[in-house]
């Protein structure tokens, strides 16, 4: 047999393929050419019919597809940490009045690394937080920059704040720090849709595809007054709801203008509400199978029969803020009604991490504690959830997710020569309960080797790390945020949070008296 040239051939490894047919080779091999897997098997196999440029003797490591995070947030790396509990973090004070675009192209290079050495090698980055920093395109720009250097594969989703977010303080302000004196300026709803449609249009299918563009809708079906807490919730007029509906709407019509996916939040009752308020008609315009719901935490049997009925997908996050009062998102029901689901991270803070590894046995562990079952969730449908099944809500399933002849050569190795990895006997269960973002070696994007031996290849990791580092301390002179780290001593000796200001006397007396 005539043997064939490549570009790169990883060899002797444990691969887990995440295709239909759920392969794994004990001792597998990858083919790659250009930026396409030409070839999946046997070592010996595969060995005997190529002709590499390069070959990467992966013996003692795992080969699998790149994971795929659907939900996560431009701008939360750097501000990892800062937060207090009853007065939260500081996204809008930083985003909007501390933040310039060299700040989000350092955010983009911080994100973009951590999550290459994660093994992500496709993500979502919302721009921001509720509202998200949609007044103006070179934030986006810049931060799809940053993507486009170290070599990751993103969506950037931008977008209309929630319509009634801080409506007693308006008009919504940002902060420019071009000039030699700080200018605060004024921007409207109005203005962040054409931001985001311009965005949307020129940004989708940069650095050869790598980069990709969403329609970010907070809330694109409202909040359920009955289940939301916090300074997100208030309870809508009839003329509210009118305008969810006409800006629904219009979401849509973006959506479909650009054929990209509608990304936002929803949690329990979140659909049943828009069901009931919206009306069926309307609802059914602005849902489809383009719309992600982020979070998805403890939704109703109603809430999941919409989902299904119109093609909604869910990006469940395991341990984000909802869950302490609305339960886990109900990956497990999800599936079972035929809804398309990932696990995502809604990384990076305050207290969220983009290791999607840890994701796995988080929600593993979540469902089995809701529904009283381990059998619930196996290990192998768990990592398909960060893979194949996740790259089919962004719909690049035949793209990305799998290790295929002819799919992007989007592949990472593990270090499975370690103490908390051996034995390696049941890879899918290693993969779900032990294997952990920096256990991650290799990471192959679109064919090219951007991280060897935990080193990046496309960038300098230190400058990255400085430029952050600067760019924090300079939003930080610009914006005071002591008051989110200031702890007293009730923060390390007591029984909660010293927030006392935020409690009611009323709260106290109760709680004391539990205690």
Same mark, same amino acid.
Request: net charge negative.
């Given at each position: 047999?005539?043997?064939?040239?490549?570009?790169?051939?990883?060899?002797?490894?444990?691969?887990?393929?995440?295709?239909?047919?759920?392969?794994?080779?004990?001792?597998?091999?990858?083919?790659?050419?250009?930026?396409?897997?030409?070839?999946?098997?046997?070592?010996?196999?595969?060995?005997?019919?190529?002709?590499?440029?390069?070959?990467?003797?992966?013996?003692?490591?795992?080969?699998?597809?790149?994971?795929?995070? *659907?939900?996560?947030?431009?701008?939360?790396?750097?501000?990892?940490?800062?937060?207090?509990?009853?007065?939260?973090?500081?996204?809008?004070?930083?985003?909007?009045?501390?933040?310039?675009?060299?700040?989000?192209?350092?955010?983009?290079?911080?994100?973009?690394?951590?999550?290459?050495?994660?093994?992500?090698?496709?993500?979502?980055?919302?721009?921001?937080?509720?509202?998200?920093?949609?007044?103006?395109?070179?934030?986006?720009?810049?931060?799809?920059?940053?993507?486009?250097?170290?070599?990751?594969?993103?969506?950037?989703?931008?977008?209309?704040?929630?319509?009634?977010?801080?409506?007693?303080?308006?008009?919504?302000?940002?902060?420019?720090?071009?000039?030699?004196?700080?200018?605060?300026?004024?921007?409207?709803?109005?203005?962040?849709?054409?931001?985001?449609?311009?965005?949307?249009?020129?940004?989708?299918?940069?650095?050869?595809?790598?980069?990709?563009?969403?329609?970010?809708?907070?809330?694109?079906?409202?909040?359920?007054?009955?289940?939301?807490?916090?300074?997100?919730?208030?309870?809508?007029?009839?003329?509210?709801?009118?305008? +969810?509906?006409?800006?629904?709407?219009?979401?849509?019509?973006?959506?479909?203008?650009?054929?990209?996916?509608?990304?936002?939040?929803?949690?329990?009752?979140?659909?049943?509400?828009?069901?009931?308020?919206?009306?069926?008609?309307? +609802?059914?315009?602005?849902?489809?199978?383009?719309?992600?719901?982020?979070?998805?935490?403890?939704?109703?049997?109603?809430?999941?029969?919409?989902?299904?009925?119109?093609?909604?997908?869910?990006?469940?996050?395991?341990?984000?803020?909802?869950?302490?009062?609305?339960?886990?998102?109900?990956?497990?029901?999800?599936?079972?009604?035929?809804?398309?689901?990932?696990?995502?991270?809604?990384?990076?803070?305050?207290?969220?991490?983009?290791?999607?590894?840890?994701?796995?046995?988080? *929600?593993?562990?979540?469902?089995?504690?809701?529904?009283?079952?381990?059998?619930?969730?196996?290990?192998?449908?768990?990592?398909?959830?960060?893979?194949?099944?996740?790259?089919?809500?962004?719909?690049?399933?035949?793209?990305?997710?799998?290790?295929?002849?002819?799919?992007?050569?989007?592949?990472?190795?593990?270090?499975?020569?370690?103490?908390? +990895?051996?034995?390696?006997?049941?890879?899918?269960?290693?993969?779900?309960?032990?294997?952990?973002?920096?256990?991650?070696?290799?990471?192959?994007?679109?064919?090219?080797?951007?991280?060897?031996?935990?080193?990046?290849?496309?960038?300098?990791?230190?400058?990255?790390?400085?430029?952050?580092?600067?760019?924090?301390?300079?939003?930080?002179?610009?914006?005071?945020?002591?008051?989110?780290?200031?702890?007293?001593?009730?923060?390390?000796?007591?029984?909660?949070?010293?927030?006392?200001?935020?409690?009611?006397?009323?709260?106290?007396?109760?709680?004391?008296?539990?205690?």
């Amino acid at each position: 047999m005539e043997e064939s040239r490549v570009d790169l051939l990883i060899m002797n490894a444990i691969v887990v393929t995440v295709d239909d047919g759920n392969r794994v080779f004990d001792d597998g091999a990858i083919a790659v050419r250009g930026d396409r897997i030409v070839d999946v098997g046997p070592s010996q196999e595969v060995a005997k019919r190529y002709v590499a440029d390069r070959v990467i003797d992966a013996h003692r490591m795992l080969a699998m597809p790149g994971l795929v995070d *659907t939900y996560a947030h431009a701008g939360h790396g750097m501000i990892k940490g800062i937060y207090r509990a009853g007065i939260g973090w500081p996204t809008t004070e930083v985003y909007f009045h501390g933040s310039t675009p060299d700040w989000w192209h350092a955010d983009g290079l911080l994100t973009a690394v951590e999550r290459v050495k994660y093994g992500v090698t496709t993500g979502v980055s919302i721009m921001g937080a509720t509202p998200a920093r949609a007044d103006r395109p070179d934030l986006a720009e810049r931060n799809a920059e940053a993507v486009e250097t170290v070599g990751l594969r993103s969506f950037i989703g931008i977008g209309p704040p929630d319509p009634f977010i801080f409506r007693e303080t308006k008009p919504w302000t940002t902060t420019s720090y071009e000039g030699d004196q700080p200018v605060e300026e004024p921007f409207t709803y109005e203005q962040t849709i054409e931001v985001s449609r311009d965005v949307i249009g020129r940004l989708k299918g940069k650095a050869n595809g790598r980069v990709q563009t969403m329609l970010a809708v907070p809330y694109l079906c409202g909040l359920n007054p009955k289940h939301m807490k916090g300074s997100h919730c208030y309870p809508y007029s009839d003329e509210d709801v009118q305008v +969810l509906v006409e800006k629904g709407l219009e979401a849509r019509e973006i959506a479909e203008e650009f054929d990209v996916i509608i990304h936002t939040h929803g949690a329990r009752g979140t659909l049943e509400w828009a069901w009931e308020n919206y009306g069926p008609g309307a +609802l059914e315009q602005i849902l489809g199978e383009d719309v992600i719901f982020g979070h998805a935490n403890g939704l109703t049997d109603l809430d999941v029969s919409i989902m299904r009925q119109q093609g909604c997908a869910a990006a469940a996050v395991p341990f984000a803020p909802w869950n302490t009062y609305l339960g886990a998102c109900p990956v497990v029901k999800l599936i079972q009604n035929g809804v398309r689901v990932a696990i995502a991270t809604d990384g990076a803070a305050p207290y969220f991490v983009s290791d999607l590894f840890i994701g796995l046995h988080r *929600t593993m562990f979540l469902q089995w504690m809701e529904n009283h079952d381990m059998s619930l969730l196996p290990s192998g449908r768990t990592v398909r959830l960060a893979t194949v099944e996740a790259a089919a809500l962004l719909g690049m399933d035949d793209e990305i997710g799998s290790l295929e002849v002819g799919k992007k050569a989007d592949v990472i190795l593990v270090d499975i020569n370690q103490p908390h +990895l051996t034995p390696f006997k049941d890879p899918a269960n290693m993969i779900a309960w032990y294997v952990r973002g920096n256990d991650v070696d290799t990471v192959i994007i679109d064919g090219a080797v951007v991280m060897e031996g935990r080193q990046m290849l496309t960038v300098d990791e230190e400058a990255v790390l400085e430029f952050a580092r600067e760019e924090i301390e300079k939003s930080f002179e610009r914006v005071d945020v002591s008051e989110y780290l200031h702890h007293d001593e009730d923060f390390w000796s007591g029984w909660r949070s010293g927030w006392d200001s935020r409690v009611t006397q009323d709260a106290r007396a109760s709680e004391e008296g539990v205690a």
